[in-house]
């Protein structure tokens, strides 16, 4: 069995070029960043990687960059989740020649399983896997996992090392500890809501694999550090930074576009996503990346926009102002010649 897992563990945006390929160097460059700035943990192929949008060769090639490049600095934790246990299983062998630390597998998706179900496919994963396995329960997107099936796999199977949850359930979260630690003191609990960081560590987390560690980690990181230390006024206060911040990237566009927004304002070159937008939400995600880039500056980490932060924006309704951007381009156009009257 691999280390505890412990820490923060950043499930980072995947860099992409203008033609949307993969972007290597950027995403090399991407991975120094992060652990120069103190993240534990490395998560590709998570949620926030958008690994629904690459293909089971591109989710391959992410993890021999990061893993070539990282060289055994921190733990790697890759998201291995594939439609069937058959091609999971394959992710977990090609991870484990790649020399992750675990895995991380999403509860089965689309298809609404019964607890029964749930458990069966966990237990066909790890029964053949060469690789520790972390549960990842997100019931928003995936069906759940429910405390007894966490009891009966980590009592069953010693693959499963881990559960990453992202309900942002304080008190499920502590049902689990209470039920799983005394038998397995070793197995870790990670968070994957960024907004609940401080108290999910106070009830005995063992870190978090957070969004906003990819855009802030200096941030997340002493949070999590003055957290363990005690220092809770301080943590208190990272706390409710980080959560405008979450808020903000999370719930002011498409996921996770805020979040790659905030990374180009601090100096990452992402490039465009490959989920399409049409013309009001890119408006929006322009006046969220003013937004961000605010924010960052209230702590630190960029400069502050053209026009400064104070004036307050007024409110515009997305399609009218594409509908008002159309008509002025089709206008010059016809002005100059280009198109028919």
Known sequence: MSARLRGIFTPNIVPL????EINESETRRYVDWLIERGVHGLYPNGSTGEFTRFTAEERRRIIEIIADHNRGRVPILAGAAEANTRETILACERYYDLGVTAVAIVSPFYF?????????????????????????????FASPIDVPTVVRLAEECEKVVAIKDSSGD???MMRMIRAVRPNRPEFSFLTGWDAALMPMLLIGCDGGTNAT???VPEITRKLFDLTLAGDLDEARQLQYRLLELFDAMLLSSEFPEGFRAALQ???IQTGNGRQP???????????LAQQLQCLLADAGFSDQPLGGCEATAPEVDPEQMAKIIADSVMGELR???DVGQ
Do not use: C, W
């Not at 070029?17 to 949307?20: E, K, P, R, T, V």
């Open 277 to 287: 937008q049409s013309d009001g939400q890119k408006i929006e995600l322009a006046t």
């Open 265 to 267: 304002i601090r100096g």
């Open 170 to 172: 304080l008190p499920h």
């Open 335 to 337: 002005r100059r010649g």
């Open 112 to 140: 609404k399983l019964s607890a029964r179900g749930v458990y069966a496919y966990f237990k066909e994963i790890a029964d053949n896997s060469p690789i520790d396995v972390t549960l990842y329960n997100i019931p928003m």
């Open 17 to 20: 070029d203008s033609q949307g």
């Open 213 to 215: 560690s990819g855009v």
